[in-house]
């Protein structure tokens, strides 16, 4: 049994933070790579490893005073291991690196030393070997990752146990690169799929993906089990558990996925799985929820004209959908400019109607009916009138567009007769 874990940025926030993780990695033996970020904030009022890097490479390319920031960084950095009483000599290391930085280093270099540090650290309080992600994480010329090398060296290098940085690999000409903010949930999907693990878990602030915004609904309770193609469900509409590049590499390799807290190692979380058993399967449904949208529809434009006229404006959908020559395309409605104007020049007829919400239900059943009709009932009695219902996935799930300021009302109201 392989268990890669992969462990957030609040997880690592500080000593106690890197104690913890220790403790988890240790309490079960298939427990044998670590992949992790930099370390988070310790307080609200506080900065991100990574921020103060970002903020660090933007004073030194614009000649700006950057060597308090850097020592704020290192500070940090070196408060861990001492608190850790761990022998690594980060100080040196950290003026090497103080060194490079005002002789000139790429934005993706400086930025990609917080999750190089944390693993440094996590390996040595461990004792397992420290795998650096650029010698095994390669990208193509493209910007994306070169599944086939990166597998394959990741096979050679790694000897369980390891811990290995997110976030960032080398590309074609040797130099590193970094993926988009959140990227180290990719980097531990790929080391899993690399080593074909029994399973994946991302260890995170909260206790799984849960049955709604916890913004909105505080006393939302996790999901217990979902497959990979209902969360990419939600996740279209509105859920942000995870990097959108996560999922991939776990559902081609048919790898099961833990999301689980770190404050709450033994609460089971949420699996997902490609598919679930009988006894996995669940009658409880849950729901996401994405704001500032717009919906665009388009009639007799012919097929796909709403869908090429935004991608000439480079307007990225939500979703779209078409019945008997009708088009229909929801998008963030500070795009609605640009969008309003690619479908004037188009043939047909269109509508618009913004300041909408989308409201996502996930029904177990597929066929929902009875259901479906009882969350109606429930938005009518709240006095939330629904502007449309939209379908664009399969019949397991309900998509509403309801007026932006009722979605929190809308929300309760549907959780609330969930539990009924």
Known sequence: MLSISKFGGSSLADSAGFRRVQAILEADPARRGAVVSAPGRRTKEDEKITDLLYYCYDLR??????????????????????????????????????????RGVTQDYLVSRGEYFSARILASLLGWQFLDSAAWLRFTPDGSVDTVRSYGTLRKLAALPFVTPGFYGRD????????????????????????????Y?????????????PALVPDAAPVRNLTYAELGELCRVGTQVLHEGTVKPLRDSGIPMRIRS???????????????????????????????????????????????????????????????????????????????????AQKGEYTVRDDLALIAVLFDRTQPGADAAKLLSALRESGVAVETILRPFDSRTLLLAVPDGDAPRAVHALHKAMQG
Do not use: K, M
């Open 61 to 102: 390319r614009r000649g700006g005073d950057w060597r308090e920031v850097f020592a704020a960084f290192a500070d940090r950095v070196a408060a861990i291991v001492r608190d850790l009483a761990l022998a690594y000599d980060v100080r040196d290391e950290l003026a090497r690196l103080e060194s490079e930085v005002s």
């Open 172 to 199: 074609a000409g040797g130099n590193i690169r970094t993926f988009t903010r959140g990227g180290s949930d990719i980097s531990g999907a790929l080391a899993a799929a690399a080593l074909d693990a029994d399973l």
């Open 201 to 213: 878990e991302n260890f995170t602030d909260v206790p799984g993906l849960l049955e709604a915004d």
């Open 262 to 344: 770190t404050w709450q190692p033994d609460d089971p979380g949420t699996l997902i799985a490609p598919t679930l058993s009988a006894v996995q399967r669940r009658t409880a449904l849950c729901l996401a929820v994405r704001r500032g949208r717009a919906l665009l529809s388009l009639s007799n434009g012919g097929s796909g004209a709403l869908e090429a006229a935004l991608s000439a404006v480079r307007v990225a959908p939500d979703f779209t959908t078409a019945a008997f020559g009708r088009e229909t395309a929801s998008i963030p409605s500070d795009a609605l400019h640009n969008a309003v104007d690619a479908l004037a």
